[in-house]
């Protein structure tokens, strides 16, 4: 017969785990459980066996727990998980990836219908088209003003209706109207609304960026440093190459100015000079490249011409003395 334990030894063992869980797993998902049932919880538990944890609990007992913890070890970063527990929401531990994770999460939603008094976290509209319900059912239609009219015996919606906005509370005709169709339009599941990894704080969201994104917003920061940088005068890293193009058309430009030169500067200056002479050394290399080798086909063929016209005119001298 197993032992009954009471409630101080069920709030000393739960303190006990949440403690040996913050100092094992250094990557916590905090997450709101709204309408998830203990079945569906269930599940999730065993699509995450192996490299997660999910810890559920009231908030006044893990906020208690992570303050006591963090000043026994003299880790203040436990303390940036306090402020997040807030509302219905649990702890997933976890040694994974945190996006893999997340979506391994996402995969155990389950459908729900629109109870009266929730609030709505999508909009709900119904889509035009045949319901299935006999022409007796047209009060919840008039009810909630959707046009509708009777197509072989049954009642047909004329034009798509929002019917439920995001963040309304849902009806009883509402309720009702869509319990009839068959509708069930929500979905609930655990949702991450934090990330705790190492002692820091962020958003879920971050967890979507890729390399790209990364290497995208780096060359805009470093884009804004090397502008500021520019304007202020003052060296950077990220200034530094645009600072020594503009002092090299700076000197360039005072030595195209005056009789002073450097060696980068001649052959500006030669240009300036004849620029008809770098032109045509430009155009000799394309034009043999655009021959396509016509060029030295040609002096071939002229050559061979030359030896076959010597060769002809050997053989008239040797005819002639034969």
Same mark, same amino acid.
């Given at each position: 017969?197993?032992?009954?334990?009471?409630?101080?030894?069920?709030?000393?063992?739960?303190?006990?785990?949440?403690?040996?869980?913050?100092?094992?797993?250094?990557?916590?998902?905090? !997450?709101?459980? %709204?309408?998830?049932?203990?079945?569906?919880?269930?599940?999730?538990?065993? #699509?995450?066996?192996? %490299?997660?944890?999910?810890?559920?609990?009231?908030?006044?007992?893990?906020?208690?727990?992570?303050?006591?913890?963090?000043?026994?070890?003299?880790?203040?970063?436990?303390?940036?998980?306090?402020?997040?527990?807030?509302?219905?929401?649990?702890?997933?531990?976890?040694?994974?990836?945190?996006?893999?994770?997340?979506?391994?999460?996402?995969?155990?939603?389950?459908?729900?219908?629109?109870?009266?008094?929730?609030?709505?976290?999508?909009?709900?509209? !119904?889509?035009?088209?045949?319901? #299935?319900?006999?022409?007796?059912?047209?009060?919840?239609?008039?009810?909630?003003?959707?046009?509708?009219?009777?197509?072989?015996?049954?009642?047909?919606?004329?034009?798509?209706?929002?019917?439920?906005?995001?963040?309304?509370?849902?009806?009883?005709?509402?309720?009702?109207?869509?319990?009839?169709?068959?509708?069930?339009?929500?979905?609930?599941?655990?949702?991450?609304?934090?990330?705790?990894?190492?002692?820091?704080?962020?958003?879920?969201?971050?967890?979507?960026?890729?390399? @790209? %994104?990364?290497?995208?917003?780096?060359?805009?920061?470093?884009?804004?440093?090397?502008?500021?940088?520019?304007?202020?005068?003052?060296?950077?890293?990220?200034?530094?190459?645009?600072?020594?193009?503009?002092?090299?058309?700076?000197?360039?430009?005072?030595?195209?100015?005056?009789?002073?030169?450097?060696?980068?500067?001649?052959?500006?200056?030669?240009?300036?000079?004849?620029?008809?002479?770098?032109?045509?050394?430009?155009?000799?290399?394309?034009?043999? !490249? %655009?021959?396509?080798?016509?060029?030295?086909?040609?002096?071939?063929?002229?050559?061979?011409?030359?030896?076959?016209?010597?060769?002809? @005119?050997?053989?008239?001298?040797?005819?002639?003395?034969?």
């Amino acid at each position: 017969m197993p032992i009954k334990l009471t409630k101080a030894q069920k709030k000393t063992n739960y303190d006990q785990r949440l403690c040996r869980l913050l100092d094992d797993y250094s990557q916590i998902l905090i !997450v709101a459980a %709204d309408n998830v049932g203990s079945k569906q919880l269930q599940n999730i538990r065993k #699509g995450l066996r192996g %490299d997660s944890i999910i810890l559920m609990g009231k908030n006044t007992m893990m906020k208690r727990s992570i303050r006591l913890h963090a000043e026994n070890t003299g880790n203040d970063a436990f303390n940036n998980l306090v402020p997040l527990l807030v509302g219905n929401v649990g702890l997933i531990f976890t040694r994974g990836d945190l996006k893999e994770v997340r979506e391994e999460i996402g995969k155990y939603k389950v459908g729900a219908p629109a109870r009266v008094g929730i609030v709505a976290p999508i909009d709900v509209v !119904v889509p035009p088209g045949n319901t #299935g319900l006999d022409p007796s059912q047209t009060s919840f239609f008039q009810v909630l003003n959707i046009p509708t009219k009777i197509n072989k015996g049954t009642v047909e919606i004329i034009t798509p209706v929002e019917l439920i906005k995001k963040g309304e509370k849902v009806g009883s005709s509402e309720s009702a109207l869509l319990s009839k169709l068959g509708v069930r339009p929500f979905s609930y599941g655990l949702i991450v609304v934090s990330v705790y990894d190492n002692g820091s704080v962020f958003s879920p969201e971050v967890l979507d960026l890729t390399e @790209d %994104d990364l290497v995208a917003k780096f060359a805009n920061g470093v884009t804004m440093i090397a502008s500021l940088s520019l304007s202020i005068s003052f060296p950077t890293l990220a200034a530094a190459p645009h600072m020594f193009v503009n002092a090299y058309k700076n000197v360039l430009s005072f030595a195209l100015a005056s009789e002073y030169s450097f060696p980068q500067a001649e052959e500006v200056k030669e240009f300036l000079k004849d620029p008809n002479k770098f032109a045509a050394a430009a155009a000799a290399p394309v034009a043999a !490249v %655009d021959s396509g080798g016509a060029a030295p086909a040609a002096a071939s063929k002229v050559e061979e011409k030359e030896e076959s016209a010597e060769d002809s @005119d050997e053989d008239l001298v040797a005819g002639l003395f034969d």
